[in-house]
Nanobody, 120 residues
Framework: QVQPVESGGGWVQAGGSLRLSCAAS?????KGWFRQAPGKEREFVAVITGSGYTDYVDSVKGRFTISRDNAKNTATLQMNGLKPEDTAVYYCAVRASGGLSRDPSTYVYWGQGTQVTVSS
């Protein structure tokens, strides 16, 4: 089952933490997180390859950590130091190949999204 299923969104005060999980098979496929705030375009957040290489958008570096457990077919986004500007619907996406990509058009499978709300 490659179709991603996200969990773990919710509401948190600024400075708090949330942990998002994505269940999706594909041990060699790169898995990414994107987000979309109201009235804005979908934005790349982070990606991890099957080998564990990672890439992050500058605005989350040092605060967010992406990881994966290939045995459990999960990818996790640990979000610390959350800010109101992190408020968005977060989507897990899976490529049909490896590599680091920030381009959403290179991702084939998308989850339904999970809401993250950070209050000031």
């Amino acid at each position: 089952q490659v179709q991603p299923v996200e969990s773990g969104g919710g509401w948190v005060q600024a400075g708090g933490s949330l942990r998002l999980s994505c269940a999706a098979s594909g041990r060699t496929f790169s898995k990414g997180w994107f987000r979309q705030a109201p009235g804005k375009e979908r934005e790349f957040v982070a990606v991890i390859t099957g080998s564990g290489y990672t890439d992050y958008v500058d605005s989350v570096k040092g605060r967010f950590t992406i990881s994966r457990d290939n045995a459990k077919n999960t990818a996790t986004l640990q979000m610390n130091g959350l800010k109101p500007e992190d408020t968005a619907v977060y989507y897990c996406a899976v490529r049909a190949s490896g590599g680091l990509s920030r381009d959403p058009s290179t991702y084939v499978y998308w989850g339904q999204g999970t809401q993250v709300t950070v209050s000031s």
